[in-house]
T-cell receptor
């Protein structure tokens, strides 16, 4: 079974630009979550999608957005990039259904975004 | 809201020595607990999890963790570490009810195994 695939692995963008990151979950998983990892703040939750609906959202500005498609693939978008957005962005998929059970999350290798 | 504290940011240990990575959590409801490991330039891999039942959980590579509800802890231990265990370890918690709260991670503990 293929794991969680994130593309691209590395990105360099300029301040003010926007960026779109992609995540393909494990086949059959309908829950996809996104996390931002930085040395200072650690792993911070961005949002979670389940069956094309945003189910949870972290404390990030509106410049960060996401969506999920009918095949469970997910994208996240960051507009008007700032230097502080430089981070490793991790996607995780799980078989969680939200009915009182949290299945384990499987993580992709991440996309390392550098904003210059 | 739940939170996780990993008390040590870095832990150096000699090869074949025992190690304990400490994790304490805070939550007003029952929780699920997880330990993840991250190798350089990689994503996170699940090491072990506590969902219910026995409070002692084990991984296939010799790590174990014990859920202690009274002390709100979930410390990770290994009796004898190897060079290959060098990595960053993250403790995470998710609230049991309603069951769809996101994972909250600690800041991580960097384990360095010295030959």
């Amino acid at each position: 079974k293929a794991g969680v695939t994130q593309t691209p692995r590395y990105l360099i963008k300029t301040r003010g630009q926007q960026v779109t990151l992609s995540c393909s979950p494990i086949s059959g998983h309908r829950s996809v979550s996104w996390y931002q990892q930085t040395p200072g703040q650690g792993l911070q939750f961005l949002f979670e999608y389940f069956s094309e609906t945003q189910r949870n959202k972290g404390n990030f500005p509106g410049r960060f957005s996401g969506r999920q498609f009918s095949n469970s693939r997910s994208e996240m978008n960051v507009s008007t990039l700032e230097l502080g957005d430089s981070a490793l962005y991790l996607c995780a998929s799980s078989s969680s259904t939200g009915r009182g059970f949290r299945a384990e999350a499987f993580f992709g290798q991440g996309t390392r975004l550098t904003v210059v | 809201a739940q939170s996780v504290t990993q008390l040590d940011s870095q832990v150096p240990v000699f090869e074949e020595a025992p190690v304990e990575l400490r994790c304490n959590y805070s939550s007003s409801v029952s929780v699920y607990l997880f330990w993840y490991v991250q190798y350089p330039n990689q994503g996170l891999q699940l090491l072990l999890k506590y969902l219910s039942g026995s409070t002692l959980v084990e991984s296939i590579n010799g790590f174990e963790a014990e859920f202690n509800k009274s002390q709100t802890s979930f410390h990770l231990r290994k009796p004898s570490v190897h060079i290959s265990d060098t990595a960053e370890y993250f403790c995470a918690v998710s609230e049991r009810n309603p069951g769809n709260t996101p994972l909250v991670f600690g800041k991580g503990t960097r384990l360095s195994v010295i030959a």
